[in-house]
Each structure stands twice: as C-alpha cells, then as structure tokens.
C-alpha cells in the first residue's frame, strides 16, 4: 500500500514513523501548504510536494491521510481530496460528523473513491467500545472519561490569558466517580463530577497572578463548569515536565441481565498514551488498511469506524486469525 | 427477528432472557433433546419441540442459537443445523475453531444459509480486542487474564476427585502481574505467574481432606502447573455463597510508536459480569442481528466475530449511530 500524508504537523509526523512499523505499507510522499523546501522528513528519499501539485501524484499513492485541523482545514479539504484519491481523516467535531460524512459521501461515490472519516481513538476506539457495549448489553448506561491528559483546546484557552507566557491544561477523570461507575451503581454524574483541570501556566515577569488564576478559573464553557486548579511554575520546570503530549481515557458500559435483571455486567475499556498524536496515528493506518481492501473489493463511498469489519484491519489473513486470534 | 432456541441449559435460559431485551426479536421456540413436555419456558406462549422435529420448523426461525457443549455437542449440531437455518453457537474449543469453520462454512454454503461461531466472550469480545489491539499496536504483546470467575471444567474436575461432595473452582489473576503489564514493562509470564486457583471443597462425611487437597494439587494440566488454595466447607456455605456463575478478565494490549519507539502506550480491555451464561448469551443475541441482517444482504457461509463490521450489531440505523456514537 502506498501512502501519502497532507500536513506535516504532530499527527503526520507520527503518520510517517507508525507507517515503519506496518510492512505492507510504503511512504510515497508529504504535501504541504506550506514552501516544500521548507519539509525535512525523518524518512529518506521520501518526497515532498506543494498542495497545488497534489492532482499529478494520484498513481503515488492508494490512501491519502489527510493530517488537518477540524475546525477549518478539514471540512474543506477531505470532500476536495476524495476527488482524487481514497482518504482518511481524524475529523473530531462530534456535532459536525452527520454534515461531514454527507458531503464527503456524495463526492467520493462520484469519484469511485472510498474515505473513512473521524478515525482515531476519539471519535474512533471510544466509539467502537460505544457501540459494541450498548450492542451487547442493551440495558445499560454507558459512560465515557479524559484522560489524564493534554487538552490542546483548554491549553490554547489558557495561553490567550492576559499575562500568561507559556501554559498546559491536563484533563483529569475524578477518582470517586471512576469508581463509583465500575462498582456498577449507574450513578448520575454532572460535568463537575467527572472531570477536574489542572493547569501549569508560566506567567510572565511582574504579571498579577491572582488574576491569572481568576481569568482561568472562571472562563466560561473552558474552566466555569469544572474544578480547577493553577500551578504557577518556572518556564524551566514546564519544558522539562510538560513537553510530551500524553492522554487517555475510559469507556465504560455497564448493564443488567436476567429473567428479573438481577445480574450486572461491567465493561471497561482504558487507554493509556504517551502520545495522543501517535496513537491516533497508529489507528488511522490500521484503518487505511481497510479501506484499501475494500476499495480493492469495489466498495465507494465515505465510511467509519462502525461499517469496517474488524478483519479488514489486520494484516494477518483471514485463516491466522481465526487460527490465532480467536 | 424470530429466533429459535436449541437446547435449555444455562446458556438457552440466559438467551431466553436476554431476547425480552432486544425489541427488534421474538422468540418462537424452544427445541430440545429431552421430552418437550418436561421443559417449561418461563416466557409465555412459547412452544417447545423435540429436535426430531426440527425440519418443520423452518418458517418460524429467522436464527437459530445453538446452545450445546463445545466438547461433543456443537460439532456435529452447527453443520447439522445450518443445513435448515441460519446459526449462531459459541464454540468454544480454540484449537478446533480452524476445522469447526471449515465444516461449518462448506455446508453453509451449499444451502445458502449464514453462521456464526464462536460468538460470547472468549472467544468473542476478547478475540475482538486481541485483534484491534494488535492492528493499531503492531510493535506490541498482548495479554489475556481471566478471572475472577468460575471455571466450570476445573470445578468439574475437583468433584471428579474422591471423597468430594462438591466443589467449585475460581480462577483469578495475579495482581502483581496485572500490575506489570499495566505498568508498560511487557513482562514475560509463566502460567504460575499469571493465574491462581482457589478451590471450595464439600467433603464426603469421614473423607480424608488431606488426600483430597493433594489430590487436587497434584492434578496434571488443570492445577499442577498452578498455585493452588483448597478451601473445606460445609454445604450451607456452599449453596449460601458459590451458587452463581461469575466470570469476566482482561485483555491488554501493550506497544510502543515513535520514531525511536519513545511512547509508550497501554490498553487495557476488562469485564466484570455476574453471570458468565447471560452475558455470553447477551453477545450472541446481537451477533445474531448482524448476521441476520447479513444473509438478507445475500451472504451465506461461516463467519466470526472478526467479519462483521460493528453497525451490523446495533439495532440503531447508520445515521443514528454517526449522531449520537461516534
């Protein structure tokens, strides 16, 4: 298979070196917005083209990655690629999928391509577990936590705080309620009551700190609804401590059976990961896997996480599996 | 969906039960090998039939769940019967799934019908997260633990031994190996290190209950390669406190990415359930609808929990699962 990565940022980057570790794929190329020249990938002899010249590179590559953001780059650049290539992206705006999905659809039947949309671990993984958890014990609640880890959203909100120079936001799932849901007591959570914040901010010289504090704290939508904490440390300490990109998670379902439902079941599914984007990563090929397989069967048309059988994903065959994995 | 049950053990009971839960599937009979008039459904209306029987019943079962012991049972029954219907079992025998397929999918075939087998827990879910974990982790290992629960071979086996009333055997993981894997160190682990087992005992009056212990101890492939406690109590506590069936454990999947394989990453897959029987019964039920739905697509032969993409399992539509699940 032969793969092409748009956007050489963290989750191209972790593209390029999860794709060594799959061989049955090759990197062909990178293509950029950006000056070309301008690209150094970690892979020799790999290529490196300007998005203008993306339509001449259509027999270099059988699946495009499309490494953009959700909120501008993606809605606009999946539906124009999958004119010329099968694609898979990481869109991740949960509200906007049912409009994305239809428009990248509609273009990609046109154009006999296939694109699978939203892969990752969330959307992606955690929907999965979503899904088969509410299959298979449909009497049930199911509940789904961050972290602990990086939310580049909330890191962003709290780097636009006057007075702040550097700043990282941790999502962190609260201990009782981790546990009250795995005790299979179905509580009822609000927002405060599942998640804290925490936030390390490296101020800079002579700003009023308890401000600082005050702005974070009470940021509507970001911080308002949660507890949340402020460390003030050095910008030595937080390139030290806070450069990785960590993150995780739960899926939880938890359900009943029985003549009288006097049986629970609960069904918990964790991920710990050093580095959101190269897990994410490591999902999207696996998933590229299969929509290589199917477009090979004939199969057009925008797809998820949801309508790819679990087969399709693993480069052992059909038989190894079954002998192996079952 | 009209689904059929054969065979009314633990298992047919929990798929009984299970169907009142599942709005979309009606259960129209109960076929048996016992005298019909001896078996009384607990859901109303229900008729049930000698297997002697079972040709005539074709236009009342859309899927037939075949609830027989892997050992000698399911073998001969699931090519039997998928000449007459479409079939689920839940094989359980892993060495043997190759060849039970083949049977299974040969005869499938010539009569147009679908199967699936293997379908419950392990194998079934656990498979399932062995094989997703191996394709978006390919530089990994995997682990399975099972436990805490009830192992009804080896509970078999402790009141095969003299002098033993009755007994039942749980198997349950080493904490400090989960520990282990939990911690990323991808530990290498021997039987010992993995799994204990804890034995509760109902002597016979006068039984010598140091022979009994050793007896159990020393018994070859199910307790001689283990750490094994042996518990004597008498058969109020028994029936008080060891009557249900609960099982559940863990699959994980440990790997690394990163250009210099950095990041570490760790999932983790676990199942608590109160009833081994119902639960396994309950993953059948919604590998039932997605091979239903599969063979009114036109498929037939053998397939796994493997083939089927996951929107095959929920009763919701296509739309509903990208809005509300992904």
């Known amino acids: 298979m032969k793969i092409g990565i748009l956007g050489y940022g963290n989750l191209g980057k ?23 020249s301008q690209i150094k990938p970690l892979t020799d002899g790999v290529k490196v083209y300007s998005v203008a010249d993306i339509e001449k590179l259509k027999d270099m590559i059988d699946v495009l990655v ?58 992606g993984m955690f929907s999965l577990m979503r899904l088969y ?88 939508n970001y911080f308002a609804d949660y507890d949340t904490t402020v460390h003030f440390i050095s910008e030595e300490e937080f390139n030290a401590n806070h450069a990785g990109i960590p993150h995780g998670g739960f899926v939880f379902r938890t359900g009943v059976t029985g003549i009288n439902k006097e049986n629970t079941h609960v069904i918990e599914y964790s991920l710990k990961l050093d580095s959101n984007p190269e897990f994410t990563s490591s999902v999207i090929l696996a998933y590229a896997r299969g929509i290589y397989r199917l477009h090979e069967e004939g199969v057009t048309g925008c797809k998820t996480v949801f309508d790819i059988a679990p087969a399709y994903l693993s480069p052992l065959s059909n038989e190894e599996l079954r002998a192996h994995m079952l």
Chains 1, 2 share one sequence.
């Open 14 to 36: 972790g593209v390029e070196s999860a794709i060594r570790q799959n061989k049955d794929m090759e990197l062909t190329c990178i293509i950029t917005r950006r000056d070309p």
């Open 66 to 123: 499309i490494c953009g953001g959700s909120a501008t780059d993606l809605p606009k650049q999946t539906p124009e690629f999958v004119k010329y290539f099968n694609v898979i992206d990481s869109f991740d705006t949960h509200a906007k999928i049912p409009d994305h999905f239809a428009n990248v659809d509609k273009i990609a039947k046109e154009n006999n391509h296939i694109a699978l949309i939203s892969c990752g671990w969330d959307p």
């Open 133 to 220: 958890g509410s299959a298979v014990l449909p009497e049930g609640q199911d509940y789904t936590f961050w972290g602990k880890g990086v939310s580049q959203g909330h890191s962003d909100a709290i780097r636009r705080v006057k007075g702040v120079k550097n700043g990282k936001q941790y999502t962190i799932p609260v201990q009782e309620a981790l546990d009250a849901v795995r005790a299979g007591t179905n509580p009822q959570l609000t927002t405060r009551q599942k998640h804290i914040r925490e936030c390390f901010v490296v101020a800079e010289e002579g700003a009023d700190l308890n401000q600082i504090e005050h702005d974070i704290k009470t940021m509507p």
